[in-house]
């Protein structure tokens, strides 16, 4: 068991995750592992296909979080790249996906472990993957700061949503799918309790941006504390929060 544990960890340490920027503020996310290389939430097919080349990696699969085009519009020019890679998502996107996952199943990718999630709310069927059990890619439905619009109306599904996500441990970072941190953080300071967590946060973030650095990943632990949809205890509470938002 420990030899299981100490391979597994070193796999996780072969890691890399870089963001590319595309359109005005999402990222896509390139997991990679030595020179094989996973594709979440593709929006542009060229900054990816030039990312791949540049760095000499082959792509093994495409991850979709949900169905909207500024996730999935670059699906078909890589697939006119490598036909042959596989592209995972929910029922949502079956007419994308090769591979139609759903919550608590599990695949392995990369020698990695990818537990998918129930991530409902923003679309009805919007799920998030768990990497390696320490990276989450959760696409619109949780953002540093803040979460996805509920588009569905079901508020319920999302304020679930962010429970489950509250049970991860506090480590686990978490990659979106947008660079919304700064006017996330905004709000969040006006309806949340003040704490020097928060301010800090902000001040580093206003640095980072900047400088045009991303601001993410972030962490569960981290969201604990800035994120007020996090903090929302109640369905009441995050259902007022979340339509103040979508008008701040």
Known sequence: MGKRFVHYYMELMMIKITPIPVLSDNYVWIIQKNSNAIIVDPSQSQPVLAFLAKNQLEPTAILLTHYHGD?????????????????????????????IVKDAEHFSLLGLNIEVMDSAGHTSEHISYLVGREYLFCGDSLFSGGCGRVFTGDYLAQFETLQRFK????????????????????????????????????????ILRSKNIPSLPTTIGLEKQVNPFLYA???????????EKDNF
Not at 71 to 99: K, R
Not at 233 to 243: E, N, P, S
């Open 233 to 243: 205890d109640t369905l009441d509470k995050f259902i007022q929060w979340r339509k």
């Open 167 to 206: 049970q991860l441990p506090d480590f686990v970072k978490v990659y979106p799918a947008h660079e919304y941190t700064q006017s996330n953080l905004k709000f969040a300071e006006k309806v949340m309790p003040s704490n020097c967590i928060l301010l800090e946060y902000q001040e580093k973030v206003d």
């Open 71 to 99: 996730h999935t519009d670059g699906v078909s020019g890589v697939l006119s790249a490598y036909p042959d890679i596989s592209v995972y998502g929910s029922s949502e996107v079956q007419d994308l996906a090769t591979h």
